[in-house]
């Protein structure tokens, strides 16, 4: 191969990832004084955030006032069934209220109560009405304010369409990264002294998904080739409602905000079903109990005619509808004939967020490769088993900010000049990625991808099964020896050709796909999102552990990790809490 | 009663515009039809079965994000809301005319990210800005800007807008999308800045004539000429065109 050329770019801080998280790490970093280079997959202010719709969750306390930070912890730590990072649960329960109200002062703007403070919404396993929001499009404010706030600040650079496929580590530190311009196939080569993830999960991986094409879990991917551990990975979570009829729309979001404002769920015999599987909380329950309760009607044929239930809010008045549900009611209208305010919506479960990622530090988001951090989805700890809706949007701000800061810091501690990338490196990266272009009779990627979402739909499902996981693993490690000498469909040409592109990103999703099966097998228990019909229960020794999946010359190995126990207070407010813990199936 | 979901019920001729700056035609696909299909799901279609380097932008596939902009038979649309129910058997795609185009329906849009930088960001009064009391709005006055906030950057008005597609006077007009942003600051409860010099110079509001046809295309229905772009021309109007202030200034000696 001839000797690679590329432009090269320097920055102190490189943000991987332009969705919340990348954009308030960007602006706390360069608020801390490094300069900052953003490079995202998409345009500016496309990211997943976007399509966030329900709220943020916060414990302000502006419509219950009995709700509390300590409540808030207590929420989300029997959320996520008690495996959660209890020190990153305390960091975001404590600091989301003031990084809400930081964005207003940027110019967000919430739907009000009726004395004027920002409103809250009730929401799944939420105690008390807590998620600010503005209509159904709380992540279109949210990312449109910190895209706003973020090309304003001084220090901040953009780079958009561009993808990051190589980590660079210089005497064990990270020194920056390989990346190609999505337009034209040119090579970046980028020189930092820290390097923040905030690239976003995998659910590209599943057929039937809430996420984009840009869901392929890089920042994981990329993260455990330079070294750094990844935790949790089993745990992927199952959003209860995604549209299922017509067939093209099957998978897209339907907003838990649509329960919230009080939508009922029914089977095709009209019966409210959540009252068996959580009497209590009814159709507010955690997302994985309402997910798994939806799968459990659909296979026991009382589905709805598309495989799914009916989600029905026809008994609030048709102006509130269109006034709190505005890009739902338009959804139904345009992609499915459905007037909601009118009908019933059809829903089943769609793929939603991996609770699991990259491992952190709770307080920098620091993984466990100096100078790399990481933030939001990609990063793991603080939803644990299963994710509070609301609690995403929240851990964009806090941790966003906390990695940015970090970052910062650890440019100004560390005063030495960028340090040299090794070129030996790079041009093995490149050739990687360059290979499928001259590959003509190799497989297509697109297909190779639809193989890896057909596995893992099959094999790891709402409910899995310790036999069927390990013919996944078996399936997906077969998948990954013909992804070496893949193709690109068809073209060579690097413009702007999605089969290259892809090529590549199958990469990263095998690599997630393998850690989640890995770690799924070493988790004999049902615990959140991951339910296994071989071991239905909670295992007591099991919720003491986290599985850590990392990179040994012999390929990834699994390991289990004891969880740190939680100081005195912190255990009184999960005790002493209101919040219920979620019933479990246990039959 | 229905199909069952993968059974395509007919086919459609897709006609896509494929090419880069320099050339390109309208190639035709075959595509199978299934039921509630929409535009963006048969060009992707494409790109996984018959020509895996068609270039095509899109993200969330709900009307979100505001990404998968094309003219679609000649009107400008996002591909993820418009159902192929809603044409006979052929379809044309074409990319949006009013940018430079890269690739296939991939056009460069940077040009309204560089403007974007260009208008002064929300600015709160100072005593806002200092008080550790959290703010207090009225729903009424959040009601005003909630729906230019609505906007998805999908750049349609931009492309329709004939300042912008016939005349390419991008130096000189903002375009309407950048109207309804600089509404959505002007009329924010909290915001003190005045952006009329802005209006009146870089932003050019004086070179929209109405014609509505940014209103008509918007995906998030938008009123953007009624509610953004014409109250904003009154305010501008005011501030340098009143006559009586105009005769006012003329006696102090002013121009």
């Known amino acids: ?413 560390g005063s030495a000049p960028a340090a040299e990338v090794d070129g030996g490196e790079v041009d093995a990266a490149v050739a990687t990625l360059m290979a499928p272009l001259d590959r003509h009779g190799g497989e297509s990627p697109f297909k190779l991808m639809a193989e890896i979402q057909d596995t893992l739909s099959r094999y790891a499902p709402i409910v899995r099964e310790g036999g069927e996981l390990q013919a996944g693993l078996d399936q997906i490690l077969a998948i990954a020896e013909r992804a070496k000498t893949c193709g690109t469909g068809g073209s060579s040409t690097k413009a702007f050709n999605p089969g290259w592109h892809t090529a590549y990103d199958i990469r990263s999703m095998l690599v997630n796909a393998e850690a989640l099966f890995r770690s799924a097998i070493e988790r004999k228990e049902s615990r959140g999102a991951h339910a296994r019909s071989d071991f239905p229960k909670l295992d007591d020794e099991l919720g003491k552990v986290n599985f850590i999946a990392y990179h040994t010359d012999g390929g990834m190995k699994v390991r289990a990790e004891k969880i740190s126990e939680m100081p005195e207070y912190l255990r009184e407010a999960v005790q002493h809490s209101y919040a219920r813990y979620t019933p479990e199936e246990r039959e | 009663m229905s199909q069952p979901a993968d059974v395509a019920v007919s086919d459609l001729d897709l006609k896509i515009w494929r090419g880069d700056a320099n050339a390109g035609e309208l190639v035709s696909y075959r595509v199978p039809v299934r039921e509630g299909m929409v535009v963006l799901d048969a060009v992707l279609w494409v790109q996984a079965n018959l020509a895996a380097d068609l270039a095509v932008r899109w993200n969330c596939k709900a009307a979100k994000c505001g990404s998968c902009s094309a003219e679609i038979d000649g009107y400008p649309r996002l591909m993820c809301k418009t159902p192929i129910a809603e044409y006979g058997g052929s379809v044309t795609v074409r990319p949006m005319k009013a940018f430079p185009l890269i690739k296939d329906l991939v056009t460069d849009v940077s040009w309204n990210y560089e403007v974007n930088k260009q208008i002064p960001p929300f600015t709160a009064d100072e005593k806002d800005m200092t008080t550790s009391e959290p703010w207090r709005m009225q729903q009424k006055d959040v009601d005003r800007v909630l729906e230019f906030r609505k906007c998805i950057e999908c750049f349609l008005c931009q492309d329709v807008c004939h300042v912008l597609r016939n005349h390419d006077l991008k130096q000189q007009y903002y375009g309407p999308r950048f109207m309804v942003r600089i509404a959505s600051l002007e009329m924010h409860p909290k915001d003190v800045l005045d952006r009329r010099p802005l209006l009146k110079g870089a932003a050019g509001v004086g070179y929209c004539n109405i014609t509505k046809c940014c209103q008509e295309v918007c995906p998030e229905h938008i009123h953007i000429t009624d509610n953004a772009i014409i109250p904003l021309k009154e305010r501008m109007d005011d501030a340098y065109f009143d006559p009586i202030r105009a005769i006012a200034r003329r006696l102090k000696g002013n121009k």
């Not at chain 1, 404590?94 to 002062?105: A, D, G, H, I, N």
């Open chain 1, 1 to 413: 191969m001839s000797p690679t050329s590329y432009e090269t770019v320097e920055t102190d801080v490189l943000v991987i990832g332009a969705g919340g998280a990348g954009l308030r790490a960007a602006i706390a970093a360069a608020e801390g004084g490094a300069s900052v280079l953003v490079v995202c997959k998409s345009l500016l202010g496309k990211a997943h955030t976007v399509m966030a719709e329900g709220g943020v969750a916060a414990a302000m306390h502006n419509v219950a006032y009995q709700d509390s930070w300590e409540v808030h912890f207590a929420d989300t730590m029997k959320g996520g069934k008690l495996i959660n990072d209890w020190q990153m649960a305390e960091l975001h329960a404590r600091e989301s209220p003031e990084r809400v109200l930081e964005l207003e002062r940027w110019g967000a703007v919430f739907d009000r109560t009726w004395q004027g403070r920002i409103h809250q919404r009730p929401f799944g396993a939420h105690t008390y009405p807590r998620l600010a929001h503005i209509g159904d499009r709380t992540g279109l404010e949210l990312i449109r304010t910190l895209q706003d706030r973020a090309v304003h600040t001084k220090g901040v650079d953009v780079h958009m369409e561009t993808t990051v496929f190589k980590l660079l580590k210089t005497d064990g530190k990270i020194s920056g990264a390989v990346a190609y311009r999505r337009a034209d196939g040119s090579l970046l080569l980028y020189r930092c002294r820290a390097l923040i993830l905030a690239s976003g999960g995998a659910g590209k991986m599943y057929r039937v998904t809430s996420n984009s094409w840009e869901s392929t879990g890089d920042g994981t991917a990329m993260a455990y080739d330079a070294g750094a551990e990844l935790r949790d990975m089993e745990m992927v979570q199952f959003h209860p409602t995604g549209m299922v009829w017509p067939a093209g729309v099957r998978g897209i979001l339907v907003t838990e905000g649509v329960r919230g404002e009080g939508g009922v769920l029914r089977n095709k015999e009209g019966e409210r079903f959540m009252e068996r599987y959580d009497h209590e909380r009814m159709e507010l329950s955690s997302r994985d109990v309402v997910a798994r309760a939806i799968n459990s009607e659909v296979l026991a044929g009382r589905g709805s005619p598309h495989g799914g239930a009916f989600l029905d809010i026809t008994h609030r008045k048709p102006d509130y509808i269109r006034t709190k549900l505005p890009s739902m009611y338009e959804q139904f209208l345009k992609l499915a004939n459905v007037d909601i305010t009118k009908q019933p919506m059809e829903v089943a479960p769609t793929i939603h967020y991996a609770m699991g990622g990259v491992r952190v530090d709770a307080e920098t988001g620091a993984a466990t490769v100096p100078g790399l951090y990481a933030a939001g989805e990609v990063a793991s700890g603080l939803h644990g088993a299963n994710r509070l809706g609301g609690n995403s949007l929240s851990d964009l701000l806090v941790f966003g900010k906390r990695a940015g800061d970090a970052a910062a810091e650890f440019v100004k501690a």
